[in-house]
């Protein structure tokens, strides 16, 4: 079962792999041997959409050049979607300050063009807003690019309800490339998107892509109130997510899950699938065995109106209001 990205011809499988833990110290993919194994896995187990960035990899262009090496001949089996223009890391580029700029958007290609060893980029997505950058300088230079056949299809992360709205009137008052995409933060337990993200994804006909949707491994059902599992990656690196999280709520939806048949991991899944407009859910692994987890728990279970509206009930999204 495949599905498209928002108004585009893009069809990527409903739940993605994201990239980020490729050469991560101590997870199992911090060397290449470890994801040779998750993309072998992913690849058999019919995840399409692989989800990275420039700055992924705990050293700027790590997992892209890891990905590049694991490919190999198997690039034209998935969807490639990788970022540019994320502050959080220093780039190796000029003008880098201005990371929406077409002299940065230029280098930035060609950099990962180059480490992932391919002609061509699937969906290439400005991974945070520039303010230092007017959006019609980006999207003329992004336009460019899907001209030259260098990228397929755009899309943006992290933009807000505004800024959404913008860049689609920008891109069609200038006659350029629209984008189809909008990758943000989005769970049961982080449903911010919902009040203005998701909406203006819906009315600009664009596919959502939600990342950290099982909230760094809260909802896959490994943790309880008791038990917080010390080699997860929260308590590593984000323990205050499981020492601030509702677990009240947490404790109702497992028993929901426990009445409904399912694991936490399938309702969770097969929530965020019925969420309009979700194309596909994008999920980090570090190992085959969640690969395999994650894939078939996405084709396990779709709630129903009334299973939506219990799952609703515990984690209500926000108001409109002010």
Same mark, same amino acid.
């Given at each position: 079962?495949?599905?498209?990205? =928002?108004?585009? #011809?893009?069809?990527?499988?409903?739940?993605?792999?994201?990239?980020?833990?490729?050469?991560?110290?101590?997870?199992?993919?911090?060397?290449?041997?470890?994801?040779?194994?998750? %993309?072998?896995?992913? %690849?058999? +187990?019919?995840?399409?959409?692989?989800?990275?960035?420039?700055?992924?990899?705990?050293?700027?262009?790590?997992?892209?050049?890891? *990905?590049?090496? @694991?490919? #190999?001949?198997?690039?034209?089996?998935?969807?490639?979607?990788?970022?540019? =223009?994320?502050?959080?890391?220093?780039?190796?580029?000029?003008?880098?300050?201005?990371?929406?700029?077409?002299?940065? /958007?230029?280098?930035?290609?060609?950099?990962? /063009?180059?480490?992932?060893?391919?002609?061509?980029?699937?969906?290439?997505?400005?991974? *945070?807003?520039?303010?230092?950058?007017?959006?019609?300088?980006?999207?003329?230079?992004?336009?460019?690019?899907?001209?030259?056949?260098?990228?397929?299809?755009?899309?943006?992360?992290?933009?807000?309800?505004?800024?959404?709205?913008? @860049?689609?009137?920008?891109?069609?008052?200038?006659?350029?490339?629209?984008?189809?995409?909008?990758? !943000?933060?989005?769970?049961?337990?982080?449903?911010?998107?919902?009040?203005?993200?998701?909406? @203006?994804?819906?009315?600009?006909?664009?596919?959502? /892509?939600?990342?950290?949707?099982?909230? !760094?491994?809260?909802?896959?059902?490994?943790?309880?109130?008791?038990?917080?599992?010390?080699?997860?990656?929260?308590?590593?690196?984000?323990?205050?997510?499981?020492? !601030?999280?509702?677990?009240?709520?947490?404790?109702?939806?497992?028993?929901?899950?426990?009445?409904?048949?399912?694991?936490?991991?399938?309702?969770?899944? =097969?929530?965020?699938?019925?969420?309009?407009?979700?194309?596909?859910?994008?999920?980090?692994?570090?190992?085959?065995?969640?690969? +395999?987890? !994650?894939?078939? @728990?996405?084709?396990?279970?779709?709630?129903?109106? +009334?299973?939506?509206? +219990? %799952?609703?009930?515990?984690?209500?999204?926000?108001?409109?209001?002010?």
């Amino acid at each position: 079962m495949t599905r498209t990205l =928002g108004n585009s #011809g893009l069809v990527v499988s409903p739940v993605g792999l994201g990239c980020n833990n490729f050469g991560r110290p101590g997870a199992p993919t911090e060397d290449q041997r470890g994801t040779d194994a998750v %993309i072998g896995a992913a %690849i058999d +187990a019919g995840i399409t959409l692989f989800d990275t960035a420039d700055m992924y990899g705990y050293a700027f262009g790590r997992s892209e050049r890891m *990905m590049g090496e @694991a490919l #190999g001949a198997r690039r034209d089996r998935i969807v490639l979607a990788t970022k540019f =223009g994320h502050p959080g890391m220093d780039a190796p580029y000029t003008n880098a300050e201005a990371r929406g700029s077409r002299r940065y /958007l230029r280098q930035a290609i060609e950099g990962s /063009l180059t480490r992932l060893r391919t002609d061509w980029i699937d969906l290439y997505q400005l991974h *945070m807003p520039d303010p230092l950058t007017p959006i019609a300088e980006t999207v003329v230079a992004l336009d460019e690019l899907v001209r030259e056949g260098k990228v397929r299809y755009l899309g943006h992360s992290n933009l807000s309800g505004w800024q959404i709205a913008e @860049a689609h009137f920008v891109a069609r008052e200038l006659g350029c490339s629209a984008f189809i995409s909008a990758q !943000n933060e989005l769970s049961l337990v982080q449903r911010d998107s919902d009040r203005e993200v998701l909406p @203006a994804a819906r009315h600009f006909g664009l596919g959502v /892509l939600p990342f950290f949707p099982l909230a !760094n491994g809260l909802l896959t059902g490994k943790f309880t109130r008791d038990h917080f599992p010390a080699d997860s990656r929260i308590m590593r690196q984000r323990p205050h997510v499981a020492e !601030n999280a509702d677990w009240d709520a947490l404790d109702a939806y497992r028993a929901l899950c426990d009445d409904w048949d399912v694991t936490m991991l399938e309702a969770t899944f =097969g929530y965020l699938l019925t969420h309009e407009p979700v194309a596909s859910v994008i999920a980090g692994a570090t190992t085959p065995e969640q690969i +395999a987890q !994650n894939a078939a @728990a996405g084709d396990a279970f779709r709630p129903s109106a +009334a299973q939506r509206a +219990a %799952i609703d009930a515990l984690f209500p999204a926000p108001t409109t209001e002010a």
